[in-house]
């Protein structure tokens, strides 16, 4: 069997040769397909990044009004899913509600199941899942306040219609604002991908078995859910609401984060990989001033991440560390000025995931990738006599 090397949280193990997303973390550099964040996120719309990602290359005119046109006509969800989401009590979290609802297009889409299925069969799972995942992650929301949900508005973009069925009432009229609609395009294509993260790995692993690509996504939502990964960005505003309750003392906290007795962690703060700088972070800082001003918001908990973070980066300890904003710690920010709740967040997140995730998985399947299973060493009893029960001490 060869020398097992033990390296927990795979900190310096590879798992794969992958042609999609290259990062750097000494530089803070991050490129889909060799194209620079910041220049996509400038430039380019979420359904294009999706596209570059899960086929390798932006895409021609014709291929991308043909892409956006078969993604808007599956947005609508079989109606037998109303009766899953309703089985759900209101108030449960929708990320929990999101990955049951995309697991359960296994039961709706059966031959998903099949692992020799064809490409065009497989793209036409991607296209499912890039068109349900915002009418999904907008039911969980409407499930959790107990409205009735809004069907898909079909004559609208993306996340237009992701907003709408969001956002609108039945007794009222809505309008999506075009600024709030462009931000959270642009906070989607900053989380589209981000190389072997947990979540992906994730994606990836299951896949490996051959489980088909609903049961994997559904997969990689879970594992994004924790506070580590991407529920970091929930995270994030509750513990800059809970400075603000405390008085806003912003040092105190800091002293908390540093206490190796505390379990307590600066949120939003800290990569495995940049150890300089999260270029995401840096187009998000931004985008929150922006966004912040353009819709009038002012938001006090805005002053004190921007406190929290110059104390942090003064300070030894996260000096010494690397420890640098993240992708998370301000785009909570943004999300609370377009009027998302708190434990939405991480949805966003899921849904601006789900291309690379996507993307993933289909290289891994392309690639042939043998099924992942590490290795370990055993550290228990060696070899032990039963003993009944009677005759336990
Ligand atoms: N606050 C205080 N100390 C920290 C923090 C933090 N946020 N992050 C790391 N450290 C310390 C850690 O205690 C350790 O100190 P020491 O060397 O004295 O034992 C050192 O820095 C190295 O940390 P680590 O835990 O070994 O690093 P890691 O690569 O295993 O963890 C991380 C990376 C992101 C899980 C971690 O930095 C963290 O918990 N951050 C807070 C949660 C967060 O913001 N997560 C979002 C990550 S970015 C988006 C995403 O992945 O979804």
Not at 81 to 86: A, E, G, P, R
Not at 96 to 101: A, D, I, N, P
Not at 293 to 305: N, Q, S, T, W, Y
Request: proline share 5%.
């Amino acid at each position: 069997t060869g020398l097992i090397t033990i390296d927990p949280g795979f900190k310096n193990t590879g798992s794969t040769t992958s042609s999609i997303t290259f990062l750097d973390g000494e530089l803070g550099v991050l490129r889909y397909r060799g194209y620079n964040i910041e220049e996509l996120a400038e430039k380019s719309t979420f359904l294009e990044v999706a596209y570059l990602l899960i086929y390798g290359d932006l895409p021609t005119q014709h291929q991308f009004e043909k892409f956006t046109r078969e993604i808007t006509t599956h947005t609508l969800v079989h109606e037998d899913i109303k009766k899953i989401l309703d089985g759900f009590p209101s108030n449960s979290h929708p990320m929990g509600v999101l990955s049951s609802l995309i697991c359960s297009l296994t039961a709706f889409y059966p031959e998903s199941l099949d692992p020799t299925r064809n490409e065009d069969a497989v793209n036409l799972s991607i296209i499912r899942l890039l068109a349900k995942m915002p009418t999904f992650a907008a039911w969980a929301f409407k499930n959790e306040v107990g409205h009735p949900v809004n069907y898909p508005d079909n004559s609208l973009d993306y996340c237009s219609n992701f907003l709408k069925m969001m956002f609108a009432l039945p007794a009222e009229k809505y309008d999506v604002d075009p600024i709030v609609s462009k931000a959270l395009d642009q906070l989607l294509i900053l989380h589209a991908d981000h190389e072997q993260n947990c979540s992906t790995s994730t994606v990836r692993i299951v896949g490996s078995s051959q489980a088909s690509i609903y049961a994997s996504i559904s997969a990689g939502i879970n594992a994004l859910w924790g506070p580590l990964h991407g529920g970091a960005n929930q995270a994030v505003i509750e513990m800059l609401e809970a400075i603000k309750a405390d008085g806003g003392d912003t040092k105190k906290f800091l002293d908390k984060a540093k206490d190796k007795n505390d379990p307590f962690r600066l949120m939003g703060f800290g990569h495995r990989v940049y150890k300089n700088f999260d270029p995401r972070a840096k187009i998000i800082k931004k985008a929150a001033d922006d966004v912040l001003a353009k819709l009038g918001v002012k938001d006090p908990v805005l002053e004190i991440a921007k406190e929290l973070e110059y104390a942090a980066l003064n300070d030894q300890y996260f000096v010494e560390r690397n420890l640098y904003p993240n992708v998370d710690f301000y785009s909570g920010i943004i999300y609370r000025a377009l009027g998302i709740p708190t434990d939405m967040f991480t949805v966003l997140f899921a849904m601006g995931r789900l291309p690379g995730w996507i993307a993933q998985w289909k290289e891994m399947r392309q690639n042939g990738e043998p099924i992942g299973r590490p290795r370990q060493i055993y550290t228990g009893a060696v070899d032990r006599n039963y003993v009944s029960m009677n005759k336990r001490g």
